[in-house]
T-cell receptor, first 111, second 113 residues
């Protein structure tokens, strides 16, 4: 079993839809949970991170962590065409600088 | 502007011809790393450096070399490139600490014929 699993999609939704992106992980030692966004022809950039179980909101984005199920989610409300990108979950291994990435989900929001 | 700069952005070359991809950051970050990104495989770490003169292998180091003589620069060297090293490469830097964000360059697309 891989350390971090992410459905690679792709996912195509109409503008205004609620989007749910998910990852599962196998190692209960992971403490931080990050989401990176990667636009076409660009490097990934940190979108959100959370430390504990529960929800963290930032505008239209909500990051959710369920440590008991080893499941993390990113919700996008009122999705916009500008949200079209690849979203990668990333977990620092053992609290270190090494990131374990999911394979990334390519999202397209159609106007 | 805080940034990680990679050069070249695109390169087509032939098997066996040594090449270097440069990476420079202006944020005074101690940690730097190289990744390759391939369809279906995601981002995989090649090498990383915790500080000047301190480098270590990542998950896929075969066929690559790095050096860290200055804090701001972390070049990736392919001594004898092969077609299986055709990929999209990213350099990243960050402050120490697992919860810090990694700052990525815009990538270098390498094609080895």
């Amino acid at each position: 079993q891989k350390e971090v699993e992410q459905d690679p999609g792709p996912l195509s939704v109409p503008e205004g839809a609620i989007v749910s992106l998910n990852c599962t992980y196998s190692n209960s030692a992971f403490q931080y949970f990050m989401w990176y966004r990667q636009y076409s022809r660009k490097g990934p950039e940190l979108l959100m991170y959370t430390y504990s179980s529960g929800n963290k909101e930032d505008g239209r984005f909500t990051a959710q962590v369920d440590k008991s199920s080893k499941y993390i989610s990113l919700f996008i409300r009122d999705s916009q065409p500008s949200d079209s990108a690849t979203y990668l979950c990333a977990l620092p291994q053992g609290g270190s600088e090494k990131l374990v990435f999911g394979k990334g989900m390519k999202l397209t929001v159609n106007p | 502007e805080a940034q990680v700069t990679q050069n070249p952005r695109y390169l087509i070359t032939v098997t066996g011809k040594k090449l270097t991809v440069t990476c420079s950051q202006n944020m005074n970050h101690e940690y730097m790393s190289w990744y390759r990104q391939d369809p279906g495989l995601g981002l995989r770490q090649i090498y990383y450096s915790m500080n000047v003169e301190v480098t270590d292998k990542g998950d896929v180091p075969e066929g690559y070399k790095v050096s860290r003589k200055e804090k701001r620069n972390f070049p990736l060297i392919l001594e004898s490139p092969s077609p299986n090293q055709t990929s999209l490469y990213f350099c990243a830097s960050m402050k120490p600490g697992g919860h810090q964000p990694q700052h990525f360059g815009d990538g270098t697309r390498l094609s080895i014929l």
